[in-house]
């Protein structure tokens, strides 16, 4: 019997924990599973973070906090590298 938890990807049994998080990246939507970390989102986009900055809700999250910060639904992360040039 499919329920409306079922249908918003949620299992009753498991205390209604959702499937999944949505935030906002770079202005686009993004689908991440729950307890994702800067860190594992920025590995996600880029494989060798040098010289990337990461902003979650308009705060700068220092390079040492990114594994420490999950990130929960509707935060607003904004990935940004630093560009050589003049």
């Excluded at 959702?18 to 860190?39: D, H, I, K, R, S």
């Excluded at 986009?45 to 308009?58: E, F, K, L, Y």
């Amino acid at each position: 019997m499919h329920t409306p938890e079922h249908a918003a990807g949620t299992d009753p049994a498991a205390g209604a924990t959702p499937a999944a998080l949505t935030v906002t990246v770079n202005g686009g939507t993004a689908v991440l599973a729950p307890g994702t970390t800067v860190a594992a989102l920025v590995a996600g986009i880029a494989p060798d973070p040098r010289g990337i900055a990461v902003s979650r809700n308009r705060e700068v999250v220092p390079r040492s906090q990114w594994e420490a910060t999950a990130l929960v639904a509707g935060d607003r992360v904004e990935i940004v590298t630093a560009a050589a040039g003049g």
